[in-house]
């Protein structure tokens, strides 16, 4: 048996809190800071500023942290944030701010855009050889429903003796929840494809009636049209289905649709602006629709010139082969970095619009009268798209078990694509419209279930990589000790680190800053050969007119001696524009390595 051992930290942590913390911790003018104060274990300074400021307010303390990191979060005023963060053994203090939460073929189409887009046949390496057996992997999340089948433990094998977590009780969260699947195993955003949670045999036939026919007397018309709440009569409403407008945005979707399925109707169509139409809204277990204004004009046509008009309601229908696909969401997570230019964000991108996943038994809400909660449920974010690319690295870690996390994440980005199932630019779906998406949208490109597997060559990120990182942003070598128990020999912060040096991560995509026309700007990456195959990678730039940018060499000599080879990347800007984008693809004739690369003015 392979023992494997893989933690994934991903950029983006929902964190939700009870909306009774937000009111307690703003009273006063107080809010809820973190003061983080380094690496693990319990200090005594900890426990002495902790105590400090329980004495002078009861409760003060929300919670302490001693696992993973040390340190607390409690509820301060700013005077009070910015003395602790002046003590010695305080690394920084921070706002804790209260975040919201913002499968259907999702795997079937990443394996066959990557077979159209390089002209190959259906790529059955990816299930071949190993099943990831004691893969242990850590995804830090909002929450999982341990009781759905989805997290069944059948067939798995026992929680392997290395395994060193513990089962903790949670809310709603008993140790009996925890098996061998849960103790260790676990944008682009995609259009089309949906679910019926009717479970209907048949296509009955309900009246159809627009929302000002069945209004309170004593509401509004623009109130009624739009559905608001208590705005409709149930006596009206019962047993049909509803037609409602979207002219304002004071009140959301569900609580349009809670007014119609409350008040008995039967189905629910929902007209949305042609520019507010880009990704399906959840509807739930009740059968309804969303449609355009201009669709809107025929059924309403149609309603207001028939004497007893009727709608059908069918079983939803799931739209494979939708074209164009993959499309970036408009709500995506996307770049630039808010504090750097230095460094691409995102990484890449993975499905994370209209995902069927595990959903709680206990949500009353999308119950349909008459019948058991829904099992699984139709759901956006980035959880979805986290749990794609944790698969992803998995499989890989669980077939070679000695390739780092770095090479994982290498691995996955050089052989991303960037094209939809046009064989076109991808673009960006948004409320102005379309656009042609750039790496700011989607990094690397969408991640691949087969190009992973054979990457040809990594880019290793070292731990002096990040170290650089933290002297770029402001950390000294006495603050980074506080956060790091142990340093690599002789490192210290250099004394002239700048956002600049953070291009020259050994990262695989390459992002620089520029302050003038005509100025030079030069990066350094070191790739790594997988495997003991010797071959020559020639390199091709992709970059507009007016950005000159060469590599040297143009050609990287991989032999039986020689593992790693570095190159050098020069940037020149003709012009001043925002941005310039373009690529850097090293090819063999057998694998392509692509680092998507972007040089700003800032």
Request: hydrophobic share 35%.
């Amino acid at each position: 048996m392979k023992r494997i051992s893989l933690l994934l930290l991903f950029s983006v942590l929902l964190i939700s809190f009870p909306s009774e913390s937000k009111a307690t911790s703003q009273e006063e003018g107080r809010g809820v800071y973190i003061v983080y104060m380094g690496s693990k274990g319990s200090s005594e300074e900890h426990l002495q500023l902790m105590s400090s400021i329980t004495t002078r307010r009861k409760n003060a303390v929300v919670h302490s942290y001693k696992n993973s990191f040390s340190g607390f979060a409690a509820r301060l005023s700013d005077a009070e944030a910015q003395s602790i963060a002046q003590h010695p053994g305080v690394v920084s203090v921070f706002p804790d701010p209260v975040f919201q939460l913002h499968t259907t073929r999702s795997w079937d189409f990443l394996r066959d855009q990557y077979d159209l887009l390089h002209d190959i046949p259906y790529s059955s390496g990816w299930n071949s050889t190993s099943n990831g057996a004691d893969t242990i992997i850590g995804v830090f999340d909002s929450g999982i429903w341990p009781e759905s089948e989805s997290f069944n433990d059948k067939g798995i094998g026992p929680v392997p003796s290395r395994w060193k977590g513990t089962c903790t009780r949670g809310y709603d969260f008993n140790k009996s929840s925890f098996n061998s699947y849960l103790s260790f195993n676990t944008l682009v955003d995609f259009q089309g494809g949906g679910i019926s949670f009717s479970d209907l045999q048949k296509s009955p036939v309900y009246p159809l009636v627009d929302s000002l026919s069945v209004k309170l007397y004593s509401e509004s018309n623009g109130d009624a049209r739009d559905c608001e709440p208590d705005t409709l009569d149930e006596h009206k409403v019962k047993g049909k289905i509803i037609v409602c407008d979207h002219l304002d945005n004071d009140y959301s979707l569900e609580q349009r649709l809670d007014e119609v399925k409350k008040k008995g109707g039967i189905g629910f169509i929902l007209i949305l602006p042609d520019d507010q139409l880009i990704t399906a809204p959840k509807i739930g277990s009740l059968p309804g629709a969303v449609i355009t204004q201009g669709d809107s004009i025929k059924i309403l046509s149609y309603i207001n010139s028939t004497r007893n008009p009727v709608a059908t309601i069918l079983p939803t229908v799931s739209v494979a082969n939708f074209k164009p696909a993959p499309v970036v969401a408009f709500f995506s997570s996307r770049g630039p970095t808010y504090n750097t230019r230095n460094l691409l964000k995102p990484d890449i991108a993975a499905p994370g619009t209209a995902i069927l996943a595990a959903w709680p038994a206990n949500d009353k809400e999308l119950t349909w009268p008459g019948q058991e909660p829904p099992l699984f449920n139709i759901a956006t974010g980035t959880s979805l798209s986290c749990a794609h690319v944790s698969a992803i690295a998995a499989t890989l870690k669980a077939r070679n078990p000695t390739w780092s996390q770095s090479a994982i994440r290498s691995a996955m980005m050089t052989t991303a694509f960037q094209e939809s199932n046009l064989k076109s630019p991808m673009i960006v779906n948004s409320a102005y419209g379309e656009y042609l998406a750039t790496p700011y949208d989607f990094g690397a490109g969408v991640a691949t279930m087969s190009g992973p597997l054979k990457p040809g060559l990594v880019y290793e990120t070292e731990i002096t990589d990040y170290l650089q990182f933290l002297c770029s942003t402001g950390y000294n070598t006495s603050t980074i000790k506080l956060i790091l128990q142990t340093l690599p020999n002789n490192f210290s912060c250099p004394s002239n680190s700048s956002d600049d040096s953070v291009s020259n991560m050994n990262y695989p995509s390459i992002a620089v800053s520029l302050s003038k026309v005509r100025e030079t700007k030069e990066v350094t990456r070191t790739l790594t050969r997988i495997g003991d195959e010797e071959s020559e990678y020639t390199a091709t730039i992709i970059a507009p007119d007016a950005l000159r940018v060469e590599v040297s060499p143009k050609k990287l000599k991989f032999t039986s001696d020689t593992k790693k080879l570095s190159y050098q990347v020069t940037f020149k800007p003709m012009s001043r524009e925002r941005e310039f984008f373009g690529s850097i693809t090293w090819t063999n004739g057998n694998f392509k390595v692509r680092s998507p690369f972007v040089a700003s003015f800032w």
